[in-house]
């Protein structure tokens, strides 16, 4: 009796050890929990586009919604279509880099080979809060573009736009930001800005403000049926590249002190190839700009430059691309003079295949700054070093 009795304690004192064992696993980091491993990874890599108004189509903005897309998720990080992020993390990093680590994938895949625990609910971390309006702050001044209809054909439209704007007097803007209205549509655009000069432009607001560019063959022709061309038929001064935006991308503003454009009394944006992708309902889109004045007078001046096709330097050898051949094509430019390089957009059409850009100090030491291993025409970013 009495040993039985023992056997059984004994029994139960094991029962009871497995007991805490098992809940000791279970608060082990090798078990990955939703609340402690797999929200954290998510809302920073894919909620900024995943979530409600935004493009993509699902949002990944709580357990049930991440859970019931688990095995589309492992497939899409698995073989790196999700986050897009064409730069290589092992040549150079960049800020707002969203790329996910070895450990990150293989915790992934454990939690969905373990069904998804969801861990301690009570402990998933807040979502990151998401402006709206602006990803800068608050702007001295919002231009809205004109509301634009979209037509439920499932076909692109790219649209020049006209976006007139005036102020009181000669002002410097540190920062321009475009705020798509209507994100199931609005793809990407590569904005400029024209400064008409004084006593040139009676009416900021004449011309037709919106072309089709497949529709008006040259650029005069487009200038001037949206009217932005000065009265006398010359051309305003173009300041280029001032405002870009693409899925996923973040106002540019560079430190204080660092460039900025000078705006006249009377402007316009010109939002070139707005790109509105395919709607299957006819729709609007009332996107608006945000300028930031500068509070300084900028010490160090900001030059953009393009390199390359209708750019500063050749492409060398000339870009004709023989049929079932990949080619290599380069370009380079001596800068007589030290500057920091604070943005980089390789871009490439359909047929680009990978990219490498690199700097040469006059020691002939090597700067990277960034290789593209396969390019994706659809990821297009702008994307901004770490240092300046
Ligand atoms: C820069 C914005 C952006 C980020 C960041 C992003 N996505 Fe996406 N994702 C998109 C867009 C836009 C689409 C729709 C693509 C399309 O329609 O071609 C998409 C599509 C998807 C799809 C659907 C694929 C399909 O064809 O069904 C999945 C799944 C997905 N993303 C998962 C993720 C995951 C997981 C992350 C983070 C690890 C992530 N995404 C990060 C923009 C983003």
């Not at 805490?20 to 920073?44: E, G, H, L, R």
């Not at 991440?66 to 040549?91: C, F, G, T």
């Not at 693409?246 to 460039?259: F, H, R, S, W």
Request: charge should be positive; hydrophobic fraction near 40%; proline fraction near 8%.
């Amino acid at each position: 009796m009495e040993a039985r009795f023992q056997n059984n304690v004994g029994t139960c004192l094991v029962c009871f050890f497995s007991i805490v064992i098992w809940f000791a696993c279970n608060n082990d980091s090798s078990t990955p929990t939703y609340s402690k491993d797999i929200a954290p990874i998510i809302y920073k890599n894919c909620t900024p586009c995943h979530r409600p108004s935004q493009p993509a189509h699902y949002a990944f903005i709580n357990y049930e919604q991440v859970r019931s897309n688990a095995d589309k998720i492992l497939y899409v990080i698995n073989n790196n279509l999700m986050p897009p992020w064409p730069a290589d993390a092992h040549y150079t990093h960049f800020l707002d880099e969203k790329v996910l680590t070895a450990a990150e994938k293989a915790l992934f895949a454990k939690w969905v080979e373990l069904k998804c625990p969801i861990g301690d609910s009570t402990k998933i971390p807040p979502l990151p809060s998401f402006a709206e309006g602006s990803t800068l702050g608050v702007p001295d001044k919002r231009i809205a573009v004109k509301p634009i209809p979209i037509r439920g054909d499932f076909r692109d439209q790219f649209l020049l736009i006209k976006v007139p704007f005036e102020l009181l007097n000669d002002t410097l803007l540190r920062a321009v930001e475009f705020v798509p209205g209507n994100t199931r549509v609005v793809h990407h655009v590569n904005g400029d800005m024209v400064r008409f000069e004084e006593g040139k432009k009676q009416n900021v607001f004449d011309g037709n403000w919106v072309c089709d560019m497949k529709l008006d063959s040259t650029i005069k022709q487009a200038y001037q049926s949206i009217g932005v061309l000065h009265d006398d038929g010359s051309y305003p001064t173009l300041i280029k590249s001032i405002v870009n935006f693409l899925p996923g991308t973040l106002g540019q503003q560079y430190p204080d002190g660092i460039g900025a454009w000078k705006a006249g009394k009377k402007n316009a944006f010109l939002l070139a190839d707005l790109h509105y992708g395919p709607s299957e309902k006819n729709t609007w889109d009332s996107s608006y700009i945000n300028i930031f004045y500068a509070k300084n007078i900028p010490y160090r001046p900001l030059k953009e430059f393009q390199m390359g096709t209708l750019g500063v330097t050749p492409i060398e050898p000339p870009l004709v691309i023989p049929p079932n051949k990949i080619s290599s094509f380069t370009t380079r430019y001596r800068i007589d003079k030290d500057i920091s390089i604070l943005t980089i957009n390789p871009h490439m059409h359909l047929l680009g295949k990978s990219f490498k850009a690199y700097a040469l100090s006059p020691s002939a030491d090597t700067i990277r700054l960034i290789h593209i291993p396969k390019w994706d025409f659809n990821w297009q970013f702008f994307i901004r070093f770490l240092r300046c």
